[in-house]
Nanobody, 123 residues
Framework: QVQLVESGGGSVQAGGSLRLSCVAS????????MGWFRQAPGKEREGVAA????????YYADSVKGRFTISQDNGKNTVYLQMNSLKPEDTGMYYC????????????????WGQGTQVTVSS
C-alpha cells in the first residue's frame, strides 16, 4: 500500500522560508513525476513544482520560479520542497503527489496523494 506523508508546514512571515518533506512508503520510484500541489481556500488546486524521478529534471509554476526548489533523495524515498521568500499568496494546503506520466501540472494524472500540510504566510 502506497503512502505519502508530508511534513514541514507551518506559519511564517512574508520573506521567510519553509522546507516541506514528502516520504513515500510502499512505492517504487518509476520513470514518472512526483509533484507538489497547493490549494488555497476558495481556489482550485494548482501545481507548484514537480520532479521527474528518473533523471531529476525539475519543473515549476511561474509564480514560484526562483523562490522554490524541488529535490529528491531516492535513498530515503523522499521529495523536498524548499520554499524561500514566501509571500502571503503562497498560503494554502500543500499536497505531495506521486506517479504521473502526464504533464506534471495535471493533478488528475497522479495516482497517489498525501494528506497535505498547511502553509500560512502572513504579511
Amino acid at each position: 500500500q502506497v503512502q505519502l506523508v508530508e511534513s514541514g508546514g507551518g506559519s511564517v512571515q512574508a520573506g521567510g522560508s519553509l522546507r516541506l518533506s514528502c516520504v513515500a512508503s510502499g512505492y517504487t520510484y518509476r520513470r514518472n513525476f512526483m509533484g507538489w500541489f497547493r490549494q488555497a481556500p476558495g481556489k482550485e488546486r494548482e501545481g507548484v513544482a514537480a520532479i521527474y524521478t528518473d533523471d531529476g529534471r525539475t519543473y515549476y509554476a511561474d509564480s514560484v520560479k526562483g523562490r522554490f526548489t524541488i529535490s529528491q533523495d531516492n535513498g530515503k524515498n523522499t521529495v523536498y520542497l524548499q520554499m524561500n521568500s514566501l509571500k502571503p499568496e503562497d498560503t494554502g494546503m500543500y499536497y505531495c503527489a506521486a506517479d504521473s506520466s502526464q504533464r506534471w501540472y495535471y493533478d488528475w494524472g497522479y495516482n497517489y496523494w498525501g494528506q497535505g500540510t498547511q502553509v500560512t504566510v502572513s504579511s
